[in-house]
């Protein structure tokens, strides 16, 4: 198996609502069969699926799903952009968990939830400069 992730799936109870909040964000949906909305991101997807089915195709009930803690990162190229990224997410709905501040390693970094529940990290790693197309990899780009 390689070290990579394809496709991340948030499985929600109101669909348009969740794909009001990230195209409130500036994302822009791809093209997709009824059920499932994408967004296309930097090598990975991210993808909308109503709850209940995503428990059927599982083969569990939704309420076995339950609320792992994970959350996902947004990496950000300049600290200054961690607030604004998380101003833009409470303008489109979010819930501000940890306003943007200073981390004991050196980085930036803010919290927010977004309406469907999923949480989401804004940062910066200074030690972690990204690449040419915001790509993020641990020791950085360079």
């Not at 822009?28 to 995503?54: C, N, S, W």
């Not at 076995?64 to 950000?76: E, K, P, R, V």
Request: aromatic residues 12%; contains cysteine.
């Amino acid at each position: 198996m390689d070290q990579r992730v394809s496709l991340i799936t948030i499985g929600t109870d109101d669909m348009d609502a969740s794909a009001r909040f990230y195209e409130a964000l500036g994302w822009q949906r791809v093209e997709t069969p009824d059920g499932v909305i994408a967004f296309d991101l930097i090598g990975q997807v991210l993808g909308l699926y109503p709850l209940d089915k995503l428990a059927e195709d599982i083969g569990c009930a939704p309420e076995d799903l339950g609320q792992g803690a994970t959350t996902f990162s947004y990496n950000c190229a300049a600290k200054e952009q961690v607030g604004e990224v998380l101003a833009a997410a409470e303008a489109a709905g979010a819930t501000i968990l940890k306003p943007a501040s200073d981390v004991f390693w050196g980085g930036h970094h803010g919290y927010f939830r977004a309406p469907e529940g999923t949480i989401w990290e804004v940062a910066h790693n200074p030690f972690s400069a990204l690449g040419p197309n915001g790509e993020f990899r641990w020791n950085g780009y360079g």
